[in-house]
């Protein structure tokens, strides 16, 4: 896209926007851009521009009762040890015979917080990788000749330079989780940083290197739902190809999709969790190129005083579902 169009710069990139969400309209006097409420492409499909929000950030949460004592103790040896006191809380803390479950009083002196420090975000691992040397594009089927084409992909790979992350809550309540009532799991997260360094899509066994994003739990209390997630890179294969609906022209951007399924039979999953973001968990997905037939060259819609105080806290992120996926 030529964001010099009409003088409006780097519209939308300076306002941390893809460049999938911009639409333009041909007029007497030239490319225009479509206001939101004419944002429709596709059959029914549209993404909502004010929906797009930052990655959650790094933020710590514990909902515990306490344990206190009237002896001011400050050092560490008369707490629970890190391991008792991150994995084996209760007997942990029933070995320290100075201190009792209850609340703060008076003569109180030294408290501990019973249970650890956690995360109380979710992180999405991605990588990408294409499924082989050259892949086929939408050529027979979107631009009516004879056969689809063979794309080479580059020999650095295709750039990565975002992911999208839909299902995000619009808020969330003091638990880190998405309110109970009224969340209709509508904002799509724009990762746009890869970890400050380059990530590319290369025809190679191993993947490119991962990339971590910060996100929302999206828990619902009636169903285990799919999250849709779109990587966006560039075209820098050197030729136009035939995408989903049209053409890919070079060094455009171009769009992607996964979904990660919590319902899937055969999901890598050691710890039992059961929906795609959970707090403190890390969810992995392995995004692999098979093809450019649905490639999109915008987003489709992706609908989250005297006294002592000890606490432990557990930073090590727990493993959660890890997705392979073919896109």
């Known amino acids: 896209m030529d964001n010099t169009i009409n003088g409006l710069g780097d519209f939308p990139g300076k306002f ?13 006097g030239g490319f225009t851009y479509n206001t939101p409420e004419k944002v429709t492409i596709g059959t029914g499909n549209f993404i909502n521009y004010q929906k797009i929000c930052y990655p959650a950030e790094l933020s710590y949460f514990v909902n515990t009762t306490t344990m206190v004592s009237d002896k001011d103790m400050s050092n560490l040896s008369e ?19 100075s201190f009792a479950e209850k609340a703060v009083e008076n003569s109180t002196r030294t408290v501990g917080l019973k249970d650890p420090v956690q995360y109380s975000v979710a992180v999405l691992k991605s990588t990408v990788r294409c ?14 000749l004879d056969e689809d084409q063979q794309i080479s992909v580059p020999t650095d790979g295709f750039k990565v330079t975002g992911i999208l992350i839909g299902g995000q809550p619009a808020s969330v309540d003091w638990k880190y989780e998405p309110k109970a009532t009224g969340e209709s799991f509508a904002n799509t997260i724009y990762d746009n940083v890869m970890n400050g360094a380059p990530m590319y899509a290369k025809n190679e066994t191993s993947a490119s290197n991962a990339n971590y994003t910060l996100v929302f739990d999206n828990k619902k209390s009636d169903t ?11 075209n820098n294969s050197g030729q136009a190809f035939y995408g989903k609906d049209g053409i890919i022209q070079k060094n455009t951007k171009f769009y992607l999709v996964g979904q990660l399924n919590p319902n ?14 959970v707090q403190d968990y890390v969810t992995t ?36 579902i890890t997705f392979d996926v073919d896109i």
């Open 224 to 234: 285990l739902s799919p999250v849709y997630v779109t990587i966006e890179l560039e």
């Open 264 to 277: 899937k039979t055969g999901l890598t999953n050691p710890n039992s969790v059961n929906r795609v973001f």
């Open 79 to 97: 707490f629970p040890t890190y391991t008792d006191w991150t994995t084996k809380t209760q007997t942990g803390w029933d070995a320290k015979t």
């Open 285 to 320: 997905a392995n995004f692999n190129i098979t093809d450019l037939k649905n490639a999109y060259n915008y987003i489709p819609d992706l609908r989250t005083s005297g006294i002592n105080v000890g606490l432990a806290v557990d930073l090590s992120w727990k493993e959660g």
């Open 131 to 144: 499924d082989a040397a050259t892949l086929k594009d939408n050529a027979k089927q979107a631009g009516s």
């Open 16 to 28: 941390n926007l893809p460049d999938g969400v911009a639409t333009l309209s041909w007029t007497t």
